[in-house]
């Protein structure tokens, strides 16, 4: 007698599967409103933080706090995480790449494994669903249903920690119409006395009270941010050319990682030990052509170009 499609059992094929495409951690949160004290924090931080070029941060308030707002009649949001720890690393003297944009653009990537995951779901010939998958593409909160869905705790770094995977994980979502039981949140904090991403943090955007300084930090100055670097952020640089991992790496969560096993983010050996010399040799055209796919595409040939120029300056002093 084949097993009844209870919503207990649909939650664990769902995990199963899941799993079965690369993914870590997999868990279930009923879709009601974020708390107003959740929204009243966000939009403190922001105030507090300020968004700089980030102004998509300032947009789409009711959607972001109300999932149905982004599908009629959902019930539940299905958060996953996706380990993408490297199993190799850039060379430490050349410019450095954040680990997230080793290989190519994990958006695109997981979004295909979401759609896999719903065709699976489909193919058990339950009643008629909608769902909807974000991977970053939709103004969600990640991190709070993250931990609504018991993937694990935001740490001091603002990063959710998934216990055995550290934070080096992407978030991704499915908001659906399905009916699933949730999983037990896992608010707190994972950090217990440690400081160390605060002390280390080279722009010092990270506070003791919770706040973070977005605009200061590397992540914001090397990717998003377009306007010219100033001296003083020039001089907290270092070899960050696209992104910042620092608060990740000296995290006491991420010194035993599992490297990942995907192959579409691995790091080429080409860009393994990329020197800036061969950076600043690059026209328009080679960048665009050699990171296609890839998310450094996002800071644009001329916001590299501008990123060199600032460790160069830094590196003559």
Known sequence: MPQPITPAFLKNFIKAEAFRLGFVACGVSSAEPVPVTIRNK????????????MSYLLRNEDVRFNPSKLLEG??????????????VKQNSSVPQVAFYAYGKDYHRILKDKLFQLLEKIRALNLQPFKARPFVDSAPLMERYWAQKAGIGKQGRNGLIIVPGYGSFCFLSEIVTTLELPPDE???????GKCSRCIEMCPAKAIQMDGTFLATQCLSYQTIEHKGEITDAVKKTMDKCLFGCDICQTVCPHNQRNTPHHEDAFLLPEWLRNMPREDWERLSPEMFEKLFRGSAILRAGYEG???????LTEFDDE
């Open 74 to 87: 959902a019930k539940c949001i299905i958060v996953l995480a996706f380990n993408y720890y490297p199993p």
């Open 304 to 310: 590299i170009q501008r990123n060199l120029e600032a």
């Open 185 to 191: 949140a896992t608010f707190g904090s994972p950090c």
């Open 42 to 53: 966000f939009n403190k931080q922001l105030m507090t933080g300020g968004v700089g070029d």
